[in-house]
């Protein structure tokens, strides 16, 4: 089936401070996984599944980087297809036009050769909401004449699931649906006993008679907590009477529509305006083309659900727990590979663990300890460093006697000697005076961006309290309400065909 792939890159709220929205950070997509921008993740999974074009939608601010990272995967991609290159020159080819971003260290194995290059296309594009996006696309005639059917894919996602399980899925969806969005569930071992890190939301669907999964209406956490209750429509209940609410359904942000849709849009035109678009996040869209399925009195088209197996991974890198902990998923992977190969110790070399990764031109000291971690390129670490459970980033001076546990340091830090920290965030180009004891903390420069924060008597750095994992969900994850409407009260959800129970 002919496909188009259109790649959401968010600015990233819930990565600050490393993320575009510090003048200090990079953008979302390039941010890096085992030493590999995200976004490559994602172009990896698209040649997979040999889609038409991929449209790759960021903000105006940070597209020049990221067609700069789009054109250097795609020579690397060229260079794999013809057979003439060597990959540790196209590894290094590859940190280098990720800057600040991505290392260029071997990076977990991805996709084989392709025959083909796909076309990957930048559009610049800043909106308050990405349902503008939709909008967008749908008043583009150019777009529609060429696109049978599309697919929408967050820039933050990374797999082992092949694209061609999603599009069977699709192909063989019931005639009534026009699209498929994509759910999961969390596999990652991370504590949220509050659920701060995954959202607790609640799905509504439901099993048809052919097997697939419908659903039917989506609603917030936040929403629910506010009025205390969750309301359920009668006709949606008598529609389907053996629906499921789930907690455990995280959004993927992978959704798979026909241009039915785009005729949907134009027949219900009152309701589609590009105020409503404006006002809303994809998912929100997607919510409420779902409940044309059950608010009418003759039943109309549907969205589909499909949940990700769980035999397979799937993950977000959305927010700092994950995208620290998806930098480990693949150091434990890396560490069963590499058990087989025991390397005997030097006495006073660096010692650098089976499950920790290190960037090209990076320089250990004597007596250095390096577990479970991955440390960019180009970075200057002293002697007796230990760093355990970190991510490192580009360009980071390390000096002696330092101690990182369970750390994210952003690109052009310099720590000085003897520092301590533990469980701490340090800004980019941020600089750490010589024996700072620090944990728990959110460590910033010193910079009108955080004028309110409270600033340090020493003036080197600004220090915000407590782990940045407070941040509940990314800005572009479709999970915040716009502030101006209530999840029961809006233009889907009236009472024209009177079959509302109120």
């Known amino acids: 089936m002919d496909f188009t792939a259109i790649v959401f890159c968010g600015k990233g709220k819930a990565l600050v401070p490393f993320s575009e929205l510090r003048s200090t950070g990079v953008p979302k997509a390039l941010l890096p996984v085992a030493n590999k921008s995200i976004l490559s993740y994602v172009l990896d999974w698209c040649q997979m599944a040999f889609f038409s074009k991929i449209i790759v939608v960021t903000s105006e601010e940070s597209a020049e980087l990221v067609q700069s990272e789009i054109d250097i995967y795609q020579s690397i991609m060229r260079k794999k297809s013809s057979g003439s290159s060597d990959t540790h020159d196209i590894a290094a ?57 599309f697919i929408l894919l967050p820039c933050d996602f990374i797999t082992n699931l092949p694209p061609q399980v999603l599009l069977e899925a699709f192909k063989n969806r019931d005639s009534g649906e026009v699209g498929i969005t994509v759910s999961y569930k969390n596999q990652l071992d991370i504590e949220d006993k509050k659920s701060q890190i995954f959202p607790k939301n609640y799905t509504v669907y439901s099993n048809g008679n052919s097997g697939d999964l419908y659903l039917l209406d989506h609603y917030q956490k936040e929403d629910i907590d506010k009025s205390k209750m969750l ?32 005729d949907i849009i134009e027949k219900e035109a009152d309701r589609f305006t590009e105020l409503y678009f404006q006002k809303r996040e994809v998912g929100k869209v997607i919510r409420d083309l779902a409940r044309r399925s ?31 902990e998806a930098n480990r998923h693949f150091m434990k992977q890396q560490a069963v590979q590499r058990s087989q190969a025991q390397h005997p110790k030097e006495k006073g070399v660096a010692q650098v663990g089976n499950d920790a990764l290190v960037g090209e031109n990076t320089q250990l000291g004597e007596k250095t300890s390096v577990k479970r971690s991955v440390i960019g390129s180009g970075c200057t670490i002293g002697k007796k460093v230990r760093v355990t459970g970190c991510l490192i980033m580009d360009n980071v001076v390390i000096e002696d006697d330092v101690q990182l546990d369970n750390c994210i340091i952003g690109h052009d830090v310099t720590i000085r000697s003897k520092s301590k920290l533990t469980n701490c965030n340090v800004e980019s180009t941020n600089e750490i ?15 009108l961006e955080n004028i ?47 079959l509302f129970a109120y």
């Open 93 to 149: 080819a590859a940190g280098a036009g990720a800057g600040a971003g991505a290392g260029a260290a071997s990076s977990p194995p991805s996709s084989s050769s392709a025959p083909s290059i796909i076309p990957i296309e930048v559009m610049p594009f800043t909106a308050e909401h990405n349902g503008k996006i939709i909008y967008n696309l749908c008043k583009n005639t150019s777009f529609r004449s060429k696109t049978r059917n």
């Open 231 to 262: 309301q359920l429509r009668t006709q949606m209940c008598w529609r389907y009477p053996n629906s499921i609410i789930s907690t455990k359904l995280l959004n993927s942000g992978i959704f798979l529509g026909s241009n039915e849709i785009f």
């Open 294 to 324: 059950w608010r009418h009195s003759q039943q109309k088209e549907t969205i589909g659900i499909m949940i990700v197996p769980s035999e397979a991974t799937f993950f977000r890198v959305n927010n700092l727990p994950v995208w620290m």
């Open 433 to 447: 005076i010589a024996n700072t004891v620090s944990k728990g903390d959110t460590l910033l420069c010193l910079s």
């Open 452 to 498: 309110e924060d409270v600033v340090e008597d020493s003036g080197e750095f600004a220090l915000m309290s407590g782990s940045s994992t407070d941040d509940d969900t990314d800005g572009d994850n479709e999970e915040h309400s716009s502030g101006e409407e209530s999840e029961y009260e809006d233009e889907f959800t009236n009472n024209d065909d009177g």
